[in-house]
């Protein structure tokens, strides 16, 4: 049998409860084909990263699973039929981990105090200025337009315009 991981994303008005019911259907397609959940994590409600028909977030569970290829073809094919499931993803992997995944990792990494930004050093306000460059901007910010064409007048050392005398 082969090893795979697979991730679903559930509808977001579904309840807990309901996406907790669905797993264990889930669960029961893959057992009935031969299949064995070795890990099952939910993830939770998350934001998608784009809209999937009308819905801005979804339910992710996670499943490790050993498994011959007809019982993922029929898991997959049962995902296809059912409404509360937004979209899946199934991936046939070397070796299943069996710590918690790199989603629960961060979640739980979460939890510390929001305030505190760490070592990056605030915002920014402690950096020092860099002198700028004015470049291809006209050099001098009085006067003229931005775009500068050659035609602004220019002061003698006396302080009048020379230049056009009409």
């Not at 790199?102 to 990494?109: E, F, G, P, Q």
Request: charged share 40%; glycine share 14%; no cysteine.
């Amino acid at each position: 049998m082969a090893l795979y991981e697979t991730v679903v994303i559930a509808r977001q008005d579904l309840t807990t409860a309901q996406v907790d019911t669905l797993g264990d259907e889930l669960t029961n397609i893959l057992q009935e084909g031969g299949a064995k959940v070795t890990k099952r994590e939910n993830w939770g409600l998350r934001s998608l990263a784009y809209r999937i028909k009308k819905n801005r977030k979804g339910h992710y569970l996670h499943f490790n699973l050993d498994s011959p290829a007809p019982a993922i073809s029929e898991y997959e094919r049962r995902m296809r039929l059912n409404e509360d499931v937004l979209r899946y993803l199934t991936v046939r992997v070397e070796t299943l981990d069996d710590g918690p995944s790199a989603v629960l990792a961060n979640k739980d990494r979460g939890d510390r105090d929001r305030g505190d930004r760490g070592d990056r050093g605030g915002r920014g306000f402690d950096r020092p200025r860099r002198d700028r460059d004015d470049g291809d901007r006209g050099g001098d910010r009085g006067g003229g337009g931005h775009f500068d064409s050659g035609r602004r007048s220019r002061r003698g050392s006396e302080g009048e315009e020379s230049g056009d005398n009409s």
